[in-house]
């Protein structure tokens, strides 16, 4: 059949297979069921025969149906989609409508019980695929790098505001589900091509390279979806080193990470010294720590091998391995490099645990230019600049009932990044006066005066306490 992705595209949209369509046919119980990897209540949701829940079946569930009448079953076998034994009919790939209204192509699920994943696994668009597109800018981008594309999902996010996409992969099965992912979610144009890290694009520039890599730290590259085969945490280190390498003047690069704790060592040493010395300024951020122990269960149970004759073995091994480097936690995060063109980039490592603003893409680019200014103002500069209070700053002052002082002030954010700041007084009230009227230097001159302060000391103190609020985002500096 001539362009079946695009017949097939246009047959799951009439059918309402879609995100909607599916979460509302499934409901919660199913779907959380499913989130658990329990599948029994999705099935019962879809067991009448109608062609959405067919459809849920066979593509997302992986359950084999009867032969829809509607459904041109031997072009779909043709293309690789689907299969048929004993007038049955079943998926030969996981087919997911994705967030952006496209559709994700990979290889079936695998759940407890199932036979063991290939090495050359394509994992299907999952929590991680949603968290690296969430964080990544959503500045118009020229030439875009996937690098590591796997089923293409980050390229759905991208389509609409890349010039030019190259997406490449180092598993050529990957290559192949991607291409039928963009053309079932009609994108078309993307320069795909097979490799390792940088090699397929050597010479190359990009305003944007994203990337979800095969972070996994594991004692052997079992699964390429997920472990690269470097040593430890050594492909996450090599990205973030090569990356700026690839970059356009103004350039960015956003990548999820994983990275070693280990004894005797700041994690914040270790992932920072990878961006030491790039050139790039760079934002690192920790959303999570796990144990040795909760880690090699994770991804045991990622590949659906608890339960399996395996199971202790290659726990036990994963541990002992982690044993023998000394590793205390792994840390997951995010990696920010920007090509700000500063000959005094600064890099900001830092924990992040409580709930953010999503998307992060939609103000990042205001995170790294409030690190970046922070960083290269000088003290008089300050002094002479017009401070604003970001939106969504508020005040809590907490203390003794009756007492004529607050104990405590804290500013905190209610958008973006939503951080607390414990501040002093001086930084309090300029947070009720900074809307961008007046420089810093007279207002800290009339704070002076108001609180019974030196106004010479509190010029040479004020910056030094201003500074994290200005890199953190509470105050901008004014350009108006
Ligand atoms: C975690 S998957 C990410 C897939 C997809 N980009 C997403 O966001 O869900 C990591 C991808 O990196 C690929 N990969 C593994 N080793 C690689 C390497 N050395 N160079 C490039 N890609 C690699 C894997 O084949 C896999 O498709």
Redesign the pocket.
Known sequence: MRDLPARLRELLLETGYTLDGVRERLGTVAATALAREETTPALRATRDGDPLGTLIRLWWLGAPVEAPDWLPVDPLVEAGLLAVQDGLVSAKVHLQPWETGGYVVSDRKVRPGDPALREDH??G??G??AN?AQLVSRRPAGRVL?????????VLHLAERAREIVA????RR?LRMARLSWALSGIDGVDARQ???FEPVEGERFDLVV?????VISPRGRF???E?GFEADG?CHDLVRLAPRFLSQGGTCQLLANWLHVEGEDWRDRVGGWLAGTGCDGWVVQRDVQDPAEYAELWLRDAAEQGTPRYRELYDDWLGWFEAMKVTGIGFGWITLHDSGSLDPVVRVEELGQRVELPVGGYVDEVLASVGVAHRLSDEELLGARLVLAEGVVEERTGPPGAEDPSRIVLRQTRGLCRTARVGTVEAALAGVCDGDYPLGPLLAAIAELTDQDAVDLRVRAPEALRPLIAEGFFHISTA
Do not use: I, K
């Open positions: 394509v994992v668009a999952g991680a695929s690296l996937d690098l590591g594309t796997g089923c293409g999902v980050q490449t992969d180092v598993n990957a490799g390792s890290l990337s979800n890599p095969p972070f390429t979806y997920r690269s492909f």
